[in-house]
């Protein structure tokens, strides 16, 4: 059993940074990869980019690659997400989950926990 929840999210201006985190219970929180995703009313929930077991491998979409970047404390539980040059688009929930998976995949089904999702809001 996981536990997520996230934080950090909030309204900026559009060419800032904002890191969210999520922060993990359970005992098993090392034996699972943990991916960000974000969802906008209307359309489907959007893999961004994920870590795997103890931070080994992570990947990202190619809508934010170069820009957002993951990483993982595992003494602390907590998964971040740093997101650079924000922009107006990026608005949205963002949500991270976790998967039992070895590396995170972009399929949502494989992810058995979710937190509640923080709101980022970027204005221009």
């Known amino acids: 059993q996981v536990q997520l929840v996230e934080s950090g999210g909030g309204s900026v201006q559009a060419g800032d940074s904002l890191t969210i985190s999520c922060v993990a219970s359970g005992r098993t929180f090392g034996a699972h990869s943990v991916g960000w995703f974000r969802q906008t009313p209307g359309k489907e929930r959007e893999f961004l980019g994920g870590?795997?077991?103890?931070?080994?491998?992570?990947n990202y979409a190619e809508s934010v690659k170069g820009r957002f970047n993951i990483s993982r404390d595992e003494a602390k539980k907590t998964v971040y997400l740093q997101m650079n040059s924000l922009e107006p688009e990026d608005t949205a929930v963002y949500y991270c989950?976790?998967?039992?998976?070895?590396?995170?995949?972009?399929?949502?089904?494989?992810?058995?926990?979710w937190g509640q999702g923080t709101q980022v809001s970027v204005s221009s």
């Open positions: 989950a976790a998967s039992a998976s070895t590396v995170p995949s972009s399929r949502k089904e494989l992810y058995r926990y």
């Open positions: 870590v795997g077991w103890r931070g080994t491998h992570t």
